[in-house]
């Protein structure tokens, strides 16, 4: 297949919450792009866009072009969630938002009894957590592993009755097999109701059904030209290069795009790698620098506010040897496709007249220009992108200082 057609994608430098969604939002506004591609992780993304007319909404499975007009397609390697999907269709539907969604037929699915295996082996874990979020993703995709007891979007196209069968299989065989192999020898009592309890599997049923009724089956091979990939958390959070165990089952950068896009028949990829001002950090796991002086920033984040599953959000100055190591092992990872990159500085206008960044094991100070041109520097990258604020019309291609 001749590789003519061109995509945008955007991806985050860090550990997720860095504007992917903003940036979406704003490309797809911008181009004019009539789709939008998810290439990994599920329903525990959290992207944020706001409007220029003060629309909002936190995008977990439609695409964050969802306000400007774009449609969605969830590609092979997404983790669909039928329980969570009918409800943010609707909230965006309400929005005047754009709820067209197509998905590849192998998009694995997540039950509610991996939602139940995910969240009492958190908990077990007590202050060594992973940073899970309690929705299942991981323990979808290790399910997944298994032939016997794989559900996929094609699967629920498919009859109910081998739906049925599965999932009992699964409540019967799997949970217990799996909390045993890790290493939890007693149910709580809490997770045993809900474990027997048939309504919790029939709601599921019904939830699949308004899925089908909702997507349309599409093969990845099938995507036009022209579209927007957006990644979900952040290169930090990668499977093969963040810290395990705290981090994501899947790959959050250009490994999926370019296997997807080989596919599709795209052999051009402009990507926009977003990172904040400062680095962030939701859940358990290392970050750099944490509990540094944070006095120069002002942080507004709405979205990221405190749960009982990954705490509060932490934060800490920017290290360009983290950002450019990161960035320079996700583009390496293009076979096959001709990438061309840039960088996003999100948040710009929560620094207050002066930014703190590491460059080594020194930490500088430096006007809100100069952390730009330091990025620049540091990834031997452009900055294509700034934001001052929540939305689209905050977000310029000019580099603009903040007042002194």
């Known amino acids: 297949m001749a590789k003519t057609k061109k995509a945008l994608a955007v991806i985050g430098a860090a550990y997720g919450d860095e504007g992917k969604g903003l940036m979406t939002d704003k490309l797809v506004w911008e181009c004019g792009a009539r789709l939008v591609v998810r290439t990994n992780g599920g329903a525990q993304a959290g992207h944020t866009v706001t409007t220029p007319d003060g629309k909002r909404h936190v995008f977990s499975h439609l695409g964050s072009g969802a306000l400007a007009g774009a449609r969605t397609h969830l590609a092979q390697y997404f983790v669909a969630h039928p329980m969570f999907f009918l409800g943010e269709r609707e909230r965006v539907l309400s929005l005047g938002g754009e709820v067209g969604m197509s998905a590849d037929p192998r998009v694995v699915v997540t039950t509610p009894f991996d939602i139940l295996v995910n969240q009492i082996v958190e908990e077990a874990r007590g202050i060594a957590r992973h940073g899970s979020c309690g929705m299942g993703f991981g323990e979808t995709i290790e399910r997944n592993l298994r032939p016997d007891l794989a559900l996929s979007v094609a699967d629920l196209t498919a009859s109910r009755l081998g739906i049925v069968s599965k999932l009992e299989r699964i409540r019967r065989n799997w949970v217990p097999e799996r909390l045993l192999a890790l290493g939890i020898l007693e149910m709580p009592e809490r997770f045993k109701d809900i474990l027997k309890d048939d309504a919790v599997m029939r709601r599921f049923l019904d939830d699949c059904d308004a899925f089908v009724e909702a997507v349309d089956v599409m093969g990845d091979a099938d995507i036009g030209d022209g579209i927007v990939f957006e990644g979900a958390q952040g290169l930090l959070l990668d499977q093969d290069y963040g810290a395990f165990p705290h981090v994501t089952r899947s790959n959050t950068g250009i490994l999926n795009m370019a296997s997807v896009a080989r596919e599709a028949g795209i052999g051009t990829i402009d990507a926009t790698y977003a990172t904040r001002a400062y680095t962030t950090r939701h859940g358990a796991g290392p970050l750099a620098h944490d509990g540094d002086v944070m006095d120069y920033v002002e942080i507004v984040d709405p979205t990221n ?71 620049c520097d540091a990834t031997g990258l452009g900055v294509s992108f700034v934001s001052e604020g929540p939305t689209r019309a905050a977000v310029s291609k000019t580099r603009k200082a903040l007042a002194a």
């Open 305 to 375: 506010i405190h749960n009982d599953w990954q705490g509060t959000i932490r934060a800490a100055p920017l290290d360009l040897d983290v950002l450019a190591g990161a960035i320079r092992y996700d583009m390496a990872r293009a076979e096959g496709i001709d990438l061309s990159a840039s960088i996003a500085v999100t948040c710009l206008d929560q620094v207050d007249g002066a930014a703190a960044l590491y460059a080594g094991d020194e930490r500088k100070t430096v006007s809100a220009n100069g952390l730009l041109e330091a990025v």
